[in-house]
Structures are given as C-alpha cells and as structure tokens.
C-alpha cells in the first residue's frame, strides 16, 4: 500500500498523522517499563504533545529552521520525541552512533555545529562533558537522566518538557513554523560510520526522505495494524526510513527493543508484525536452527529438511501463480505445525515479514526463512541516497539479487574499463525490465533520493558526482533479468600477483554458509594466493569436538587442536571445489575471538573494517604467506 497521504517534508507527514490520529487513543510508540516489566504505549496525542514541548525548549534556546541538534542516545521513544520536536522548527537531526569514542563525538559535534546536544545514559554524558568546552556551537546539554550533579550546562529531562511546554504554550506562532519547511531543507546529517578515515556528513534533504519513504510504501506493505521492533541504530538511514518514518507515515506502531541482547525476549513480549534486520542477525537464528537439527536424531533431521523441502515446492507454486494441489497444502500444514511452528513462535507468532538490508543476505538464508513461512524482504541502498535503492518484489523474490529498482529511482550500470553505461532501468520500467540484463559494472544512481552532498566536504561530493549528474555508488554488480545482483564493492576489490581482480564478498560468503564458521576476512591484495582469518561458531564448534572427545580448557585450546584444523581445511576445500584456482582460499588462521564493535573491528552496521583488521593481524597473515613461500 502506499502512504495513507502524501507529504513533502517530514514535520507535514508527522503533524498530518498525529492529527489524523487525534481522538482514537491510537498508540504510535512502545517501551519497556523498567518497574514493571511490562511494554507500555504512547498515544499519538501523547507523542505530539510531548514533541511540541521539546520543539518549545529548542526554540527557547534559539534553535530554528536549519540549526542541527545532535542525538547521543539509543533507540528509544525519546529519540522519535526530539526528532519529531526538532522537524517542527525545522532544525536538522544529526544523530551519533553511541558506540563511538570521545574523539569522533568533538568531531562530528564541532562538524556539524550542532546547538544542542542530547544524551541518553551516564555512559553518553560523560562524553558530553569531556567535550563540551571543544564545541564552541554547543550551549545545551540535555541528558535524560535524572539523578546526579551534572554541570549548569546540563538540563534534565523533567525539566525540558516541563520549560519547553510553557514556552511552546506562551508563543502559539510556532505552531505553525514547519510550514515553512521546504522539501530541499536539510532534514538530517547522517555521519557515515565508515570503515576508513574520518565519518563524512551524509546531506540528506526532507524530498529525500520523504520520496524515498513513499515510493518504498508503494511496494512493501505496511498497514496500521502493524507493529515494528526497532532494535537498529537510528543513527544509520536504512532503520531511519525503513524502522522509524515508514512505519509512522503508515500509521503503524514501533516498539523499541531494550538492547541487541535482548531482541529474543522482546519478540516474545511486543509480537511485532514487521521487523527491519541485517543478514547477520539471520544468519545467526538460520545457523542456530540447523545447529539443533544436525544435534538431534536422524528422525528429527529427516522430518526437518522433509519440511524444507515441502515448504520449498510450496513458495515456488505460488512464485510462478501455480494453485498447490490439496496434497502439497495438506503436507505443508502438517510441516508448519511439526517443524515451522516452534520458529513461528519464537518471533512472537505474528510476524509477516523481516526486512533486511545494509549488507547482503546469503541466498541460503532467505530461502530458509521464506519456505518456512516467514517471508524475507531484502533491499538495496547507501545512506547517500536515503537508503532505498531496489526492493525484491513481495510475490516474487529472487534470492542473492537485490530485486528490483524502486520506483522514482534510476539505475545504470557502468563498466568499470571504459566507462561506458551498459544499461539503465527506471522503477516505472518493470514489468517491461525484467528482460534486462547487462555485463558488471559499477552502480549509478539518480533520484529524488540521492543526498545534496557531503557536509563541508565539496572536493568528495565532487568525486562522487559526474558531469551528467549521476551518483557513484562504489559498488559492482549487474542486471539479471530485471534483478540488481550486488558483487561486492570497488574498494574492497583484491589485485593478486598475477593481476586478478578478485572481489572477496561472494567468497565470504560461501565459507560463512559453514554452520561451522561465525566471521570471515578474505586477504590477498598483490599476493599470490587467497588466505583468510576465520571465526568460528564456537557453539557448533565445541559441540563438534565434545562429540569426539576431543579435551580443550577454552576457545585459544580448542582452535588449536589438530582435529578442529583438519575440519576447517575440509569446510573451505568443500566451499570452495568450483571456484577459479585463484579465488581459492590456500591458508587460513582461526581466531578466539570474534571481530566486535568495540574492537573498532565492525562499523556499527556490523560492517567489517578490513583495513583495521589487516593491520591488527599483521603478523598473523604474514605468517600464512611465509609458510608457502619458505
């Protein structure tokens, strides 16, 4: 379905909806409560009112159409309160992600020229203080906290809604500032998190949202009755459109998760219909699952992949418009209620689909999900351009693709030799698109949602443009009939000895599909082989090993048993049979420990930082290259 309205910019979309709303005691948020343990709505009255409070403060402060206010907190109903706030006088959000250390805070603070700054716990506050006296643009402080003796800089939230309110009532003109809003206003600065270098200020304008959220509506359904569990950094722009304005331009409801740990509980407790996701989160339940099949009985794995297999002829009849035959419906029943069930149940029984993006989804994966009942739908994008790019379509998802150019949105695809546009596909051009197919290439963008630029960054908004307008998005792929298939990106492209080009993503991803392997790194840049630094699934490893009695004290002992290596020379010798000689991996070293966040090893899209990784396992790596050359 599409937007219940249209809307130019977002303040006129959350007004237009709260108003809509006004009357019905219809909630818009959820959270948990912390004294009861139990998830407690906010009204969409409540949620307006308490925004209207905020956008008072802000004005009390001197904020306006075009100043920044920065956000340091999690996903929380605060976070949508000072952003609706905000949009009301049309200030631009710039949102930090909380996992990053001091330093990047004074840098995007002083960027940015954010006027207030608000935090949520005592962990983000003391990064406020540290650098308060840094960012000579800051004058406020807002911590939602209520305890302690913070500086006189520092107000509480109590005192916010409580200030803001009355001067919000006592000046009734800004009531009516978002409608000076235009659509080419900045509406968020969007720091890239980066896997290299400083984070860059993503220009992200309210017609990039707004088309981008209005266009991905007209082709993913979300409906009023829906209710979405927002545990993705807000902070990134794939859970900005698809978790946070999507849903509430739909009239949905978003319940926030209390932390990544606790997304298993909270499916149980909020029973979302919708769920934005990554692959890694995925991939995780998928290896869980097949874990516990391959552990129990031979009956127990016979009945499991029965039930794939049926669930699998089931999702294909329908794909190709095919009715099932009575006995195809009657033996799928019986395997969602054998086997399909329990997974059902543990996404908290009424889970319509996953939306999963920021990175690819291994076909294997969405296949599993979607033949067992519960349908994955995978899109394109960067947050350059507000993020959606291409969307697979509902009814007809071709895994390991990325679906579909989204409607308002171009796509060409370049050839990386001499730059000449091999094709280029319009979101209006499907049905007809689906015989388009093209050599890879690089993929280029325009649209209504690709960003005005990088914030004081002319010289790079310059690099990514051309002369006749098109964005280069850095990444390699192609057409297959109609289909985007993503390579990996240019960047990450390894040059061996002999001159390959090799793009380590696909390879990656095959060696992931282990139930035995966790995370991977392919290297190989100017050498004469492949090698890889592998982390385990030490829960399947472990497990492997107690079976055979093999003796370990922790993770360090285990890898190192002769056993678990001759097993990892297996998985990759078999991942890896009908591979070109050269896209081979011929060494690899496990690791204890998995690459994290706080290691600075993952962007906090879970993305891997190769470079910091190649530089940490300097030694490691020289080694493999050592033992053949020696």
């Known amino acids: 379905m599409a937007a219940p309205f249209a809307f130019r910019t977002v303040p006129e979309m959350l007004v237009r909806q709260a108003e809509r709303q006004a009357g019905r005691n219809k909630a818009a948020l959820w959270y948990k409560d912390k004294a009861t343990g139990e998830y407690v709505p906010i009204s ?30 999690e996903n929380r109903p605060e976070w949508a309160i000072v952003d609706f706030g905000m949009q009301l006088l049309g200030a631009v959000n710039v949102s930090l992600y909380t996992t990053i250390p001091v330093a990047q805070v004074e840098y995007i603070l002083r960027d940015s020229g954010a006027k207030v700054l608000v935090v949520s716990t005592a962990l983000q506050l003391s ?10 643009d800051l004058r406020q402080v807002v911590a939602l906290l209520e305890e302690g003796e913070p500086p006189e800089y520092v107000r509480t939230w109590s005192e916010v809604l409580r200030e803001g309110g009355a001067y919000w009532d006592a000046h009734p003109e800004l009531a009516e500032a978002w409608k000076a809003v235009e659509e080419e206003d900045l509406c968020s600065l969007i720091y890239t998190s980066g896997t290299t270098g400083l984070p860059k200020g993503v220009m992200l304008t309210h017609r990039n949202f707004c088309s981008n959220v209005q266009a991905a509506l007209s082709v993913i359904d979300i409906y009023e009755s829906d209710r979405t569990l927002s545990f993705l950094p807000l902070s990134h722009s794939f859970e900005r459109t698809a978790g946070y304005l999507a ?23 909020v029973r979302p219909t919708v769920v934005t996701t990554v692959p890694r989160l995925l991939e995780r339940i998928y290896n869980l699952v097949h874990k516990s099949v391959e552990e129990g009985p031979a009956l127990k794995r016979r009945l499991f992949y029965w039930a794939v297999e049926t669930g699998r002829r089931m999702t294909e009849a329908l794909w190709e418009g095919r009715r099932p035959s009575s006995w195809l419906s009657a033996q799928y029943a019986l395997a969602h209620r054998l086997v399909f069930a329990r997974l059902h149940e543990r996404t908290g029984g009424r889970l319509r689909f996953f939306v999963s993006g920021g990175a690819a989804l291994p076909r294997e994966v969405g296949e599993f999900f979607t033949y067992a009942g519960l349908k994955v739908i995978e899109g394109y994008g960067l947050t350059e351009t507000a993020p959606v790019l291409t969307v697979n379509p509902f009814d007809r998802p071709r895994f390991g693709t990325v679906g579909w150019v989204l409607p308002g949105v171009t796509i060409a695809i370049q050839r990386l030799t001499d730059g000449r546009l091999l094709c280029q596909v319009r979101g209006e051009d499907y049905p007809q698109a689906q015989q388009v197919s093209s050599e890879e290439g690089e993929i280029l963008v325009k649209g209504p949602n690709v960003m005005k630029g990088y914030w004081n960054l002319p010289e790079e908004t310059a690099r990514v443009f051309d002369a006749e307008g098109w964005f280069h998005t850095g990444d390699v792929g192609r057409f297959e009939n109609g289909y985007l298939r993503i390579t990996d990106r240019i960047k990450h492209m390894i040059v061996s000895k002999g001159g390959k080009n090799i793009y380590p993503g696909p390879i990656e991803d095959r060696i992931k599909s282990s139930s035995y392997v966790d995370q991977v790194v392919v290297l190989g840049e100017g050498r004469e082989f492949l090698t890889a630094l592998l982390v385990p699934n030490f829960d ?15 993770e360090h002992d285990l890898i190192a048993l002769p056993e678990v290596q001759k097993l990892f020379e297996g998985e990759i010798r078999r991942l890896s049979q009908d591979l070109p000689a050269h896209e081979r991996v011929r060494r690899f070293r496990l690791l204890p420990e998995p690459f994290t966040i706080e290691s600075g090893e993952l962007t906090p899209t879970l993305k891997v930082r190769r470079k910091v990784i190649e530089e940490r396992y300097r030694d490691l790596i020289e080694a493999m290259y050592a033992e053949v050359l020696s």
């Open 44 to 73: 969409w009255e409540e949620f307006y009112r308490q925004a209207q409070a905020v956008a008072g403060y802000l004005a009390a402060q001197g904020v306006g159409r075009g100043d920044r206010v920065a956000l340091l907190m």
């Open 127 to 136: 990064k406020a203080i540290k650098v308060f006296e840094a960012c000579p």
């Open 247 to 269: 849903p509430l331009a739909a009239g949905a409801e978003i319940a926030y998760a209390e932390s990544l740990d606790t997304i298993a509980r909270n499916l149980l407790e």
């Open 540 to 554: 399947a490893l472990k497990l492997w090993a107690q079976e055979r009695g093999l003796k370990f004290q922790d």
